[in-house]
């Protein structure tokens, strides 16, 4: 083939599995003296990713966001950030009342949209990011603190939160993810017994499938206890049972898969039309993981269906969803909005549910 006849971008796309080929395990190699076509034919193993202490990154602007946002977590008092679980299972509750959405008010109205709407609903986030932060700056106070607020956190867990919560299925995932990154990340060897009596706790006042954004299961509540995000689990779950805290995640994974939305993906019909934005499309990492943990091939085609029908309804800054809602590709919907509405897009959901499905189509 003469060297005209390959494009710029074949060469780069070549170079780049080469030297990915070149630093990770696993992948299948021929044997020497044995021809090509006899190598399995499977798929090769997905990429896998460097560890947090692997990597050195050489950006000021990014080192003082990462330093700023952490210092930000451990300023935060332990009683300011237990508030809210301590208040809602009535335990004694001293301390700062950090306010907005984080804080519980028994007489919240969510017509005034105003603090108190999703109360602990980032704690667990928050125990995911310092652990994450262990890892790549190994400080043991971090470490230490990650420690302390799960052993606190333990103390109130009650099935009382979960009845009075609007989002138990998201404040859930969040607890998840929070304790399966402090096992992972921060070596919390009690992480995954808080991880069984958060989930013995939570089960009861779950629903007990994917229950669309927008649809009632809990009888005489109004509108704002149908916007939990059930079907954003199993990402979590699935992740939770590969790293060894049992076979009871798989199939809480299996049972919270949202399979007739990721039926109509894997088969090319774009249904997102009118669906809330982040969730959907932090759903689609629950598919990866059903891919990355089952071989699923109908997930992975739902995933990168559903990457591809987003980024055609895409914004050129990236963001998407304006008004939380994703709109019918093809259509004036994305172009309508922007003299229809000032609410562009979801930026820091919407950056956490795209950055984490690019990381699993890359792998």
């Not at 700056?137 to 603190?145: F, N």
């Not at 499938?209 to 699935?238: C, V």
Request: aromatic share 12%; net charge negative.
């Amino acid at each position: 083939m003469s060297p005209r006849a390959v494009s710029r971008r074949k060469f780069l796309q070549s170079a780049a599995l080469a030297s990915a080929a070149s630093v990770v395990s696993g992948l299948p190699k021929p044997a020497l003296g044995v021809s090509s076509n006899s190598i399995d034919p499977s798929p090769p193993a997905p990429l896998q990713e460097f560890g947090y202490s692997e990597v050195a990154l050489n950006s000021p602007l990014h080192e003082q966001q990462l330093q700023h946002t952490q210092a930000v977590l451990m300023d935060l008092s332990d009683d300011a950030l237990l508030k809210p679980f301590r208040m809602m299972v009535k335990q004694p509750a001293p301390g700062e009342d950090i306010g907005g959405w984080y804080r519980y008010d028994p007489n919240y109205d969510w017509h005034t949209f105003d603090a108190g709407f999703a109360p602990s609903a980032t704690f667990g986030q928050w125990v995911s990011a310092l652990a994450r932060g262990y890892a790549i700056t190994g400080s043991q106070a971090m470490r230490e603190r990650v420690l302390r607020l799960n052993r606190l956190y333990a103390q109130t867990i009650d099935g009382k939160f979960y009845e009075d919560n609007r989002f138990p299925a998201y404040c859930y995932d969040k607890l998840v993810c929070g304790l399966i990154d402090s096992h992972k990340y921060a070596g919390d060897a009690d992480a995954f017994a808080i991880l069984q009596k958060t989930t013995d706790t939570a089960l009861p006042h779950l629903p007990g499938k994917a229950i669309e954004h927008g649809q009632s299961w809990r009888p005489g509540k109004d509108e704002s206890w149908t916007w939990d995000e059930s079907y954003t689990m199993p990402e979590n779950l699935f992740l939770g049972y590969q790293r060894g805290a049992g076979e009871r995640y798989r199939a809480l994974a299996v049972q919270y898969l949202n399979e007739p939305f990721f039926d109509r993906l894997a088969a090319g019909h774009n249904d997102l039309a009118g669906r809330h934005a982040y969730s959907h499309v932090n759903a689609l990492c629950s598919a990866m993981q059903a891919w990355l943990t089952m071989g699923s091939e109908k997930h992975l085609h739902a995933a990168k269906n559903g990457f591809d029908m987003v980024a055609a309804q895409s914004f050129v800054t990236g963001g998407w969803g304006p008004d939380e809602l994703l709109r019918a590709t093809g259509s004036s919907d994305v172009y309508n909005s922007l003299t229809g509405t000032h609410s562009g897009f979801e930026t820091p959901c919407g950056s956490y549910a795209h950055f984490k499905l690019t990381r699993y189509l890359f792998a």
